[in-house]
């Protein structure tokens, strides 16, 4: 690495490797090189858990060494360019293009086009149609994998679902192919018969008149014509990493993550990752402690965080506070509890967190209203907030931030009124409280714009224009602008709007992903980066109008660009749950009884536990 280019770049820390539990093997000792991609900065990345994960995965393997590549911040990559140099990883500073695979983690549909800049920057060809022999195979997986449409184009192969198991069946299958002297296609015909793997090339998609999707079929023989995702049925026997990598710069979450479990009882109907982790599957309290307390001597960090969709449903959560508490007082280390709900914040969670230092709380009541609430299943009630509110004030917090969402199905401007009423009464209700408590409480009032996703009951919903979010937006602000102790936060509807169409898009959209990558799109869900008119101006040389994929409400008859992708959930229960939502008819959430959303089928989890009730 040319260490005067470091000299010229801002965090060069971000761009030297070398950080501690690094894994060093020499390339010439392995006989498979994966390159794991983050298209989005190193401060980002490093604090993804996926990333962490399968990082550890691979590199257990002797015969496989894996390293890392994040989307290089603007001041590199016009270094790179002037130098002439490709983009590289951080273990050895090998390019993109010298690599047997290369794979890109899908979190965030905006990132999409860093995928392209960071194929083209590494020396790889961005179709997927256009790399040869000896060039790498490119895949991808991650919750926007559920549909890979929109990147169907640059894909070699994607996996669907959980990747601990299935990454090393593909490892396991590169290196018999490698050894065949087989051709390229003949490896993606031997990937694509490994449950979760989908090769887009191995199939065909016609449209109808209208624009909407009319058959995705297999083009050849021996695949399937959907392809299913792969779960981890037992969370205590499968990998997790307590050696991670610990970098020299701050990162967004630079501290250690315990996963609880993966999946959620609640079924939220706007929340993707609710519905495409089903079934709940827990780690035990004595395999998460054990963990915890190698993470620590391993790292160094003095922070733990547990995560999960929702923390407070884990059913061994007091127990596993108590012991955690007790070790992490005596190792002078704090414990942080997130995705807590304002449902079950019970006094006895409250005393163990109160042995934590007292940062802000976050609750996430998604909607202003009862009734909207009820329309996406939230399962909350006003008064649980209020309670929990106020039993985190009189604990200590001063510091309050709540989230919601604007442009929910069937919403009124009643409805977004009831974000800033709700802050009120929080704010007047806190008053009661004995002494000083309440009169230094602070709220934040955060909204996004809420986005129809795949997989979830809302999938076939439009989504509101962004003329309509933008004026919510603007009534909510003028409604508390006199209010000294509250704080308004919203985000771009603009950017919302095109999330959507990439969310829901078809192959159709991939011809605007590279359009608008060719045009200078790149790190699109930065503030500073992202640029409208640019994206219009794609969509214009296409032919195609993001509305249609926006803010078009779908028939249920509809062949959806997805429907190929097996994720678990029957797409019957789908369509029941979007018919109940417009009735405001609540479910109950999987711990109370199984409500049959196919997730069932798996036989683990918390299926397993409640099946008395099917």
């Given at each position: 690495m040319d260490d005067s280019i470091l000299l010229k770049v801002e965090k060069p820390a971000k761009y030297t490797g070398n950080e501690w539990n690094m894994v060093k093997k020499n390339p010439e000792n392995v006989d498979v090189r994966f390159a794991f991609c983050f298209p989005d900065d190193y401060e980002i990345g490093m604090s993804h858990l996926g990333m962490k994960i399968l990082y550890h995965v691979l590199n257990k393997r002797e015969d496989t060494y894996c390293e890392r590549c994040f989307a290089p911040w603007a001041d590199m990559e016009a270094l790179l360019k002037e130098k002439g140099l490709p983009l590289y990883t951080l273990e050895t500073y090998t390019p993109l293009s010298e690599f047997d695979l290369v794979g890109f983690t899908l979190q965030y549909e905006m990132s999409f086009t860093n995928i392209l800049n960071m194929l083209n920057l590494g020396g790889?060809?961005?179709l997927a149609k256009d790399r040869k022999e000896g060039d790498p195979f490119v895949l991808a997986g991650g919750p926007c994998a559920c549909n890979p449409e929109p990147l169907a184009d640059f894909i070699d192969f994607f996996v669907i679902g959980e990747g601990e198991e299935v990454i090393n069946e593909i490892i396991d299958e590169y290196k018999d192919w490698k050894k065949s002297g087989e051709n390229r296609e003949q490896f993606l015909m031997r990937v694509a018969r490994i449950e979760g793997v989908y090769v887009p090339s191995f199939y065909d998609v016609s449209y109808n008149q209208d624009g909407t999707v009319k058959e995705i079929r297999p083009n050849i023989s021996g695949i399937p014509e959907k392809v299913k995702r792969r779960i981890i049925k037992d969370m205590d026997s499968v990998d997790f990493p307590d050696d991670i990598i610990v970098p020299y710069v701050g990162t967004v979450h630079d501290r250690i993550m315990l996963e609880l479990f993966r999946g959620c009882i609640r079924g939220c109907r706007f929340c993707q990752a609710g519905f495409i982790y089903r079934p709940v599957r827990e780690k035990s309290p004595e395999k998460l402690l054990e963990q915890a307390k190698s993470s620590v001597k391993k790292t160094g960090y003095e922070e733990i965080s547990l995560v999960s969709l929702s923390t407070s449903d884990y059913s061994g959560l007091f127990d596993l506070c108590n012991n955690?508490?007790?070790?992490?007082?005596?190792?002078k280390v704090s414990l942080s509890l997130p995705s807590l709900r304002v449902d079950n914040?019970?006094?006895?969670?409250?005393?163990?967190?109160?042995?934590?230092?007292?940062?802000?709380?976050?609750?996430?009541p998604e909607a202003g209203t009862q009734r909207l609430r009820d329309v996406i299943n939230k399962g909350v009630t006003e008064e649980d907030l209020l309670a929990s509110v106020k039993l985190a004030v009189a604990g200590g917090w001063n510091s309050v931030k709540l989230y919601f969402m604007i442009g929910l199905p069937t919403e009124t401007m009643e409805d977004v009124y009831g974000i800033a009423d709700l802050g009120i009464k929080l704010i007047e209700s806190c008053r009661t409280l004995p002494g000083d408590a309440g009169k230094s409480l602070k709220i934040t009032?955060?909204?996004?714009?809420?986005?129809?996703?795949?997989?979830?009951?809302?999938?076939?919903?439009?989504m509101d224009t962004m003329e309509s979010l933008m004026e919510k937006q603007h009534n909510l602000k003028d409604r508390i602008r006199k209010l000294t102790r509250i704080t308004y936060n919203?985000?771009?509807?603009?950017?919302?709007?095109?999330?959507?169409?990439?969310a829901r898009g078809d192959r159709k959209v991939g011809r605007v992903i590279y359009t608008a990558w060719k045009k200078g799109c790149k790190f699109d869900g930065w503030d500073e980066f992202f640029s409208f008119d640019k994206w219009m101006e794609a969509f214009r040389e296409e032919g195609i109008d993001p509305m249609f994929y926006a803010n078009r409400r779908r028939e249920f008859s509809e062949v959806l660009p997805w429907d190929h992708i097996d994720m678990g959930i029957s797409k019957a229960f789908?369509?029941?749950?979007?018919?109940?939502?417009?009735?405001?008819?609540?479910?109950?959430?999987?711990?109370?009884?199984?409500s049959l959303c196919g997730a069932q089928d798996y036989k683990t989890g918390i299926c397993v536990r409640t099946r008395r009730s099917v």
């Open positions: 790889i060809p961005v955690l508490i007790e070790y992490t007082e005596k190792e914040f019970t006094l006895g969670l409250m005393e163990k967190a109160s042995k934590v230092r007292k940062s802000g709380l976050t609750f996430a009032l955060s909204t996004s714009c809420f986005v129809p996703k795949p997989f979830t009951p809302f999938q076939w919903e439009p919203y985000h771009d509807a603009k950017l919302s709007m095109l999330e959507a169409v990439l789908l369509q029941k749950e979007c018919e109940k939502a417009h009735e405001g008819d609540l479910t109950r959430n999987c711990a109370v009884g199984c």
